[in-house]
């Protein structure tokens, strides 16, 4: 399978630990991007990478949230001090400089905060 | 006001029907717009990318701009149950970053 990889798919954890999600693009793909989806609502912009470079960040991310590339390749998001609103699907999507518009999603991690 | 503004229904129609799926936008300047495909419990997937004005057709699909009226549409011709999903409409600005609506939850009729 050649899409866009998001590990693990579904994580349960208790208020205030730590969380991390991974993402691997499609391989020739550039472009990474992260977004938040709640339900009945559309994905909200988080953050996007050209290689490793973090081009911008939401301003609607609190400190708490911070997004890896490390070496253009795969990335990492990780939630400090989860609180019950971060209770989320985190959806990662890939795309080719330039073709920005199309986006290859994964099928997303769902953090529940209890 | 929102960026993108989408009705997310529901909108149910029988099978066969015509669907016409609408998003407004607010920023001029917005000139790549997209259609995805959500499924349940699914990541989204891209139906439709369209640049500036005019109509863009694939198969059963057929999406619209009117940049005058900053509205986008969506056609869906002989719709089937298997096109029941979550419609998001979307555009980019000018830093690339996409931006999606709320999606419209479309089912569809046997």
């Known amino acids: 399978d050649t899409g866009v990889s998001q590990n693990p798919r579904h994580k349960i954890t208790k208020r205030g630990q730590n969380v991390t999600f991974r993402c691997d693009p499609i391989s020739e793909h550039n472009r990474l991007y992260w977004y938040r989806q709640t339900l009945g609502q559309g994905p909200e912009f988080l953050t996007y990478?050209?290689?490793?470079?973090?081009?911008?960040k939401s301003r609607l991310l609190s400190d708490r949230f911070s997004a890896e590339r490390p070496k253009g390749s795969f990335s990492t998001l990780e939630i400090q001090r989860t609180e019950q609103g971060d209770s989320a699907m985190y959806l990662c999507a890939s795309s080719l400089a330039g073709r920005t518009g199309e986006l290859f999603f994964g099928e997303g991690s769902r953090l529940t905060v209890l | 006001q929102k960026e993108v503004e989408q009705d997310p229904g529901p909108l149910s129609v029988p099978e066969g029907a015509i669907v016409s799926l609408n998003c407004t936008y607010s920023n001029s300047a917005f000139q790549y717009f997209m259609w995805y495909r959500q499924y349940s419990r699914k990541g989204p997937e891209l139906l439709m990318y369209?640049?500036?004005?005019g109509n863009k057709e694939d198969g059963r699909f057929t999406a619209q701009v009117d940049k005058s009226s900053k509205y986008i549409s969506l056609f869906i011709r002989d719709s089937q149950p298997s096109d029941s999903a979550t419609y998001l409409c979307a555009t980019m600005n000018r830093d690339d970053k996409i931006i999606f609506g709320k999606g419209t939850r479309l089912h569809i009729l046997p």
């Open positions: 369209t640049y500036s004005s």
């Open positions: 990478f050209q290689n490793e470079a973090q081009l911008e």
